[in-house]
């Protein structure tokens, strides 16, 4: 590797078992192990933010396989490039040879690029490797994704942060020649930067290293964290606000319904430099997780406070964050929505979900009434109050309660409506 190269690129692992962070995916006979070692033709779909290794483990794999292996970007590749590289993987099948494919942000192909993708996959032409930042499920046609493993990055553990990092001031050509120290505290402040994006740890500390030799110091202490990540360090590090600690308790506030210490946090965040968006998009999740249909006019405040933290920034959002803040923080609470799709979640990963009863499914297509489809089905609002007594949950689970709802604020009055419905059901 050359030192003009950056420090990511340097320390990029060679090998499945020098990568932090992702050890749920990598273990003697996972699927990553068996496609690097020639002995799975298993395509794969590496979902996962920036910097947690999806290049990385592609580029590890190359290393290692006995097979052709060809990189494609879907930000510069186009369908010529897809169908010219499945020639290719032909006339190396003639010859025995088989070929693993690399396709980065694979979000990026349109329908058509990934249509072109699906006959070399399924007949096992070839092995894809697909990356995404974005959820496959609206990024990635969904006949790829049934024909390939589903594997989820997860932004990398601090602890796992400090070590990469240390391992790069030891082994690095460049930075273990330096002769600079670190203060203890040093890596443990720069993995919390990093937010779980290894390539932005190891940026922060490549720039940190050549901030220090430019000073002349030989010490990597605070003061030079400060003048490379901003003030934001002064007050909100991990010595002291730590970023975690205080949106826990500004989330616990909120919940807990004092919008005094709400405030207080909220007002530590945006003196720190604590990006609003981050703000806005907790306020958001909690107008639904903690307060939910108790008062469902204060979704629409949280979503209205981070449009205008969009749409103007601060300083002037700090009362539009605020009004968001006090109206979650005063009013009642219920977390029976919150509840309700988790439980819901948990019987679909479980395998409780069964067929869509036929009378609910779609019969405007060619052919779907000969099946039945849609037949028999009862049109509330041909019936007084709107309520037809028919099944709508599939077999698997039918009387299961999902959403349990609360006698707190509105809740009182949805609880009434629910309990009104199935005294007529009843009677039906």
């Known amino acids: 590797m050359s030192g003009n190269q950056p420090l990511a690129a340097r320390m990029r692992p060679i090998s499945l078992d020098q990568i932090v962070g992702q050890a749920h995916l990598i ?18 779909l590496l979902w996962g933010p920036p910097g947690v290794g999806k290049t990385t483990i592609a580029s590890v794999v190359a290393h290692r396989t006995s097979r052709r292996f060809v990189e494609l970007s879907a930000t510069s590749a186009g369908v010529a490039d897809v169908r010219k590289t ?16 690399f396709i980065d942000e694979i979000h990026r192909f349109s329908k058509a690029q990934q249509d072109v993708l699906l006959p070399a996959v399924e007949s096992g032409l070839i092995s894809l490797i697909g990356a995404t930042t974005e959820n496959p499920s ?12 589903l594997l989820v990055l997860r932004p990398v553990e601090n602890s796992d942060v400090v070590i990469l990092l240390s391992r790069a001031l030891k082994e690095d050509p460049v930075l273990s020649t330096t002769g600079i120290g670190f203060e203890d505290s040093a890596l443990d402040i720069i993995a919390d930067l990093s937010s779980g994006d290894v390539r932005q740890a ?32 002064q007050r909100y590090d991990r010595d002291g606000d730590q970023h975690y600690d205080i949106i826990s308790a500004f989330i616990k506030s909120l919940r807990g319904s004092d919008p005094d210490a709400a405030l207080h946090w909220l007002a530590r965040m945006i003196e720190a430099g604590e990006d609003p968006r981050f703000i806005a998009r907790r306020l958001v999740v909690h107008a639904s997780e903690d307060v ?15 449009q205008a933290v969009q749409l103007i920034g601060l300083p002037e959002a700090r009362v539009n964050l605020a009004q968001a803040t006090i109206a979650i923080a005063t009013a009642p609470k219920s977390n029976a929505a919150y509840r309700g799709i988790d439980a819901a979640l948990a019987d679909v990963r479980s395998g409780r979900t069964g067929e869509v009863p036929r009378h609910l499914r779609d019969s405007h297509y060619p052919g779907a009434k000969a099946l ?8 509330p609002h041909d019936f007084e109050h709107a309520v037809a007594v028919q099944q709508y949950l599939p077999d698997a689970v039918l009387g299961t309660k999902y959403y349990r709802p609360t006698v707190n604020g509105f809740e009182q009055t949805v609880t009434n409506r629910l309990a009104s419905i199935a005294a007529m059901t009843r009677k039906e």
Request: aromatic share 4%.
């Open 202 to 233: 190891l940026n922060r500390l490549e720039t940190a290293m050549a901030t220090a030799q430019a000073a002349g110091k030989h010490i990597i202490d605070r003061e030079v964290l400060e003048q490379v990540t901003g003030f934001a360090l």
């Open 138 to 149: 609206f990024s990635v046609n969904s006949a790829l994704i049934s024909r390939s493993i």
């Open 372 to 379: 039945g489809h849609g037949k028999s089905y009862l049109y």
């Open 27 to 44: 273990f003697p006979g996972s699927p990553l192990e068996l496609l690097a070692d020639g002995k799975g033709s298993t395509s794969v």
């Open 292 to 306: 939910g249909m108790a008062d469902p006019s204060v979704l629409g405040i949280a979503v209205a406070a981070a």
């Open 86 to 101: 499945l020639a290719a993987a032909h006339k190396a099948l003639e010859k025995g040879e088989q070929t693993l494919v």
